[in-house]
């Protein structure tokens, strides 16, 4: 139940929001008035964008190669990125790539949102012994250093997206956990909450549209800022062979596989790490901005 | 001071406990029956059972943690699955070059991070100071397996200045030879927490600066050194706990840069054993790293109780 609640609260706020335009265009305004971070958007969906059409926009697809083409210099005719040491394109294995590297980044987020706002949420809003059991818990896997702790997950499951997804999901549901329990700490002694106890409401109502429903937009925004940083823990696990296994392109294990080639051609090598680098530093910018943006609105 | 560290090494218990509590259960969501990597195939059920019951593995979950954590506490813990040797004996060298690789990284960034944070505060509307905040907003962003390629690729590929892998060239041990084979996986490890640091340390000093202490001294006419020597005082404790937040981050992220470098340290024994399927020594690895990140706050903690009267009586 509790894991169940957020997301139908999730979908609750999200409707509201969409009642309210004046609000979207006010956050929108204050968000666009930030170059910076516009310009990152515009790079994240155009990463997103080509990642996802990577069937009709890669020159090639993404195991094709030939022995002639092995070892191409970045900039060489028909392989804008240069070839790897099968002559596989490395654009189109990019492209294709980004599809899982993506999703390593955004599923265990919204997986750990899910999760740790649930738990979160029960903690501040019920206090007491629940609070002190789920905080507890949760300081356990706090006390490892992210990286390590999915590293120790993602080897005791075996290589694979699916258990690099599951060990990220766990390193994140602590922090996000954490962030719901203090707002919800802070939503419980507000007014309205006494007013909804004492006309009758159940715990299960009032932690539904009055609890979530105001926490929403704080768990929303530090979820986003931990995308990127969750991008690099997936593709740092993938690198080190914890995750897909050969041919499939994935950046991670690209770079991983493209490393031994770096005395033969070292600017063919750091490619791909320039798409992590490029999507987790534009999406710090946007939620940064983002951020801000909500924040002038209270 | 005494009675402080003692305080902080009770509290550690329990921390180290939840960290073996972790480091067990991995074992346990290993998917697969441990029972069939040891019996053949065609073994009967009562074989089986008496493997079970060797192994330990029939007894409830408490009890086997129990066995578990007895044999770890006395510095058992457990035989690599594919050299068949005591895994302790794989990682304590090993350990000793991770902790050079991240003592050098964590100097590296205090020092940076201290020297532009200080600048940015004094001067934030500084065209230096917006360059140092772009630039260490992009190291937040910047994974540092990547950035340890890119180190190779200018440093040692194109220009040849510095090695490349390992922690020696063959036949050679000096001091001055590890130094150089320590540059650049130093740098490395450091990029990854030089920009949060950074960061600690503007907004520290800057809130340092705009106390009524400053203007009093500033309106004694004291000099401009000597009014840093005072704001150092002031920040240094916070800025020192900082770091010892960020080793866990550093510890953890000389695990990736190691496998770049070949530098023989815990993350390069990890990473192997990631390759072979052999989850002991990962396990044992994980656990290590962990433990070592507790005491190194215990220490970060005992220096910031020493420098700062306000955290030791608390």
Known sequence: MAIN?????????????????????????????????????????LIVLACLLAPWVAPYGPNDGAVTDRLKEVGSAGHVLGTDEQGRDILSRIL???????????????????????????????????????????????????????????????PGISNIII?????????????????????????????????????GLIVRSHVLRNIFGKIFVFSTSQIGVCL?????????????????????????????????????????????????????????????????KR | MASFVLKRLALMIPTLLGVSIIVFLMLKIVPGDPVNSIVPPDASEAERAAVRAQLGLDKPMIAQYGIWLGRVVQGNLGDSVT??????????PALKNTVILTAAAAVTAFIIALVVGVYSAYYPNSRIAALFNGLSLASIGLPNFWAALILIGIFSVTLGWLPSSGMNTAGSSGTGDLIKHLVLPTAATALSSVGIMTRMVRSTVSGILKQDFIFALQAKGVRRWTILRHVLRNGMPTILNVTGLQFGALLASSVLVETVFSWPGIGQV????????????????????????????????????????????A
Do not use: C
């Not at chain 1, 509201?16 to 204050?30: F, L």
């Open chain 1, 232 to 296: 690099m823990v997936a593709s740092g696990l993938s690198f080190l062979g914890l995750g897909v296994s050969p041919p499939t392109p994935e950046w991670g294990f690209m770079l991983n596989n493209l490393k031994q080639l770096i005395f033969v051609n070292p600017v063919v090598t750091i490619v791909p790490g320039i798409f992590i680098f490029l999507t987790s530093l534009s999406l710090n910018l946007v939620s940064d901005a983002l951020s801000d943006a909500l924040e002038l």
């Open chain 2, 270 to 313: 990890i990473y192997q054993a990631i390759g072979q399927r052999d989850f002991p020594v990962v396990q044992a690895g994980v656990l290590v790293i962990a433990i070592a990140f507790v005491l190194l706050n215990l220490i970060v903690d005992a220096v910031h109780a020493a420098m700062d009267p306000r955290v030791r009586h």
């Open chain 2, 83 to 92: 050299r068949r040797l005591p895994v302790t004996e794989m990682l304590l």
């Open chain 1, 167 to 203: 060990s990220a999901t766990v390193v994140f549901i602590p922090p996000i956990a954490r962030i719901a329990e203090s707002a919800a700490k802070e939503v419980r002694k507000e007014e309205f909450i006494e007013a909804a106890k004492t006309s009758g409401a159940g715990a």
């Open chain 1, 5 to 45: 609640a957020p997301t139908a609260g999730g979908t609750a706020a999200l409707a509201t929001a969409g009642r309210e335009p004046s609000r979207a265009a006010q956050i929108w305004k204050s968000f666009s008035r930030r170059k910076v971070a516009l310009a990152a958007l515009v790079v994240l969906l």
């Open chain 1, 96 to 158: 294709y790539g980004g599809r899982l590297s993506l999703l390593s980044g955004v599923l265990p987020v919204l997986l750990a949102s899910v999760i740790g706002g649930g738990l979160g949420v029960a903690a501040g809003y019920f206090g007491g012994w629940t609070n002190t059991i789920i905080m507890r818990a949760l300081d356990i896997v706090f006390s490892f250093p992210a990286i390590l702790l999915a590293i120790g997950i993602s080897a005791a499951l075996g």
